[in-house]
């Protein structure tokens, strides 16, 4: 198992463990509550202490090699196009943090580059501007390698489940089922019979902890295959996964489907 070397210490000693999160954060438009999902990743935040920083790991930063963020603070990146000017509007301050940054880049044995360059992309801040939105909390993205399988991210993330103990919030932001190119933006609101499939494939293998078939997801059937034709937004799935420990409740909020994307969610506590 792959680990990181040192854990972050609490300001006073064992801070309470915080839940994990896997948010669908669907269209950057999303962001702009109020709306039912806005709504509720607001509410999702209310039954445990504010943490001490927030780790993202976002479908949006898929790189070659892994990186984290290290700049006090990052800019908000309007990654899209196409969209109204108020959400290129949108600013989420909020600063970094290089120690948790310089820490997860001591990992053991995979190399994790420290990142000046990159921000905040809108699979981050989308999602915190409404679960957290004073931006007073410092926030680190971690990038997802596009050259490693889904068993090496699974993997990978473990080494992480430490930073649950000392007061990190880990949050991945995906959609379990993302094929823009058979979105109907005529019928948004009626899911295709594949992306229904799919997802409910997902669920039960997710209630049932069976990382390995959601790991090689490319074994789970056609339908499954038309929902990930690539991967980057449903390895921040298996991030969250990867962290939930036995004893863990997993709940879904937000299991809504629009046309061929998946808004799906869940919270393990």
């Known amino acids: ?11 006073e000693g064992i801070m309470q463990k915080l839940p994990v999160f896997f ?13 039912p999902l806005a709504d509720t990743w607001a509410e999702s935040t209310k039954d ?8 993202s790991i976002s479908a949006h930063w898929f790189t070659r090699g892994t990186y984290v963020t290290s700049n006090q603070l990052p800019p908000t990146i309007h990654d899209f196009y196409g969209f109204p000017q108020e ?34 992309d809108h699979g981050t801040w989308s999602v915190l501007r409404n679960m957290y939105p004073k931006a007073n909390i410092p926030v680190v993205q971690l990038s997802l390698d596009a050259t490693k399988s889904g068993e090496w991210h699974y ?5 992480l489940s430490k930073l649950r103990e000392q007061g990190i919030l880990i949050l991945g ?37 069976d990382w390995k ?45 629009q046309s061929s994307v998946s808004l799906t969610s869940m919270k393990i506590s």
Do not use: C
């Open 48 to 55: 445990f202490p504010e943490p001490k920083a927030i780790l």
């Open 173 to 209: 932001s995906g959609d379990l089922v993302h094929n823009l190119r058979l979105y109907d933006w005529k019928n948004q609101d009626t899911p295709h019979d594949w992306a229904l499939d799919a997802n409910e494939t997902f669920k039960d293998l997710i209630q049932k902890r």
């Open 213 to 257: 078939s959601l790991a090689n997801y490319q074994k789970l059937g056609t339908a499954v295959q038309i929902a990930i034709p690539t991967p980057e937004h449903y390895f921040p799935m298996l991030y969250a996964l990867a962290l939930a420990e036995e004893k863990e409740e997993i709940r879904f909020y937000n299991d809504i489907i």
């Open 23 to 35: 948010v669908g954060h669907g269209s950057p438009m999303n962001a702009l509550g109020p709306n």
């Open 87 to 120: 959400l290129f509007d949108v600013q989420y301050p909020a600063p970094g943090d290089p120690k948790l940054a310089e820490e997860i880049s001591r990992s053991k044995d995979v190399q994790v580059v420290q990142d000046d360059s990159w921000g905040l």
């Open 155 to 159: 993997e990978f993330a473990k080494s």
């Open 1 to 11: 198992m792959i680990s990181i070397t040192r854990s972050l210490k609490g300001k």
